[in-house]
C-alpha cells in the first residue's frame, strides 16, 4: 500500500519557505542559461564560476567548489575551458606553490562586463513585480540567508555539542 503524499500547505511554514526557495533557485538556471551563458557561449558551470569568482576573487578549483556547491569535475572542466580561452588565468602563490589559485584575466573581466546588459535583462523582469522596497528587504533577507549557510558547519556543530 503506498502512502499517499503530503500537500505542501500541510507541511508547515518554513519547509513551505524551504521549498518555494529551492523551487525558486532551480527554476532561475533556466533563464540564466537561455539569455546569459548561451548568447555568451558559456556552459551554465562556466558561469557559475565566472560569477563566483567576479565577487570572490583570486580562486582555487576546490575553493570555488565549496562555494558555489559544485562537483569539482564541473569546477575543474569549467576552469579549464575559461583558461584556454582567456577568460582567466592561473596565478602563483608563493606561500604554497601546490596551491593552484585563478582570476579573471583582463580579457575575462571584458567579456563580463559585456555579459551585464544579460543579467540586467534577466533582472529587471524577474523582480518586475517587486517594489524598490521590496527589492531592498530582499536582498537583506538573501544576505542573512547566505550568512547562515557560510556559517552552516559552525552552526551544526554548535547544535551537536548543545543537542
Known sequence: MSEKVKPLSSLGSDIQLLISILKCSSLISQPMVEEVSEPNNLTRHELKVLICMSGEGTLTGQEISQ????????????????????????????????????????????NYNAMLPYFRSVSSRLFEPLSKKDRTELQRIVNLLNNQLDNWSELSDKAAKEG
Open 67 to 110: 562555494l558555489m556547491s559544485m562537483p569539482a569535475m564541473n569546477v575543474s572542466r569549467a576552469l579549464t575551458n575559461l583558461h584556454d580561452e582567456g577568460w582567466i588565468e592561473l596565478v602563483g602563490d608563493e606561500k604554497n606553490r601546490r596551491r593552484r589559485p585563478f582570476r579573471i584575466s583582463a580579457k575575462g573581466w571584458r
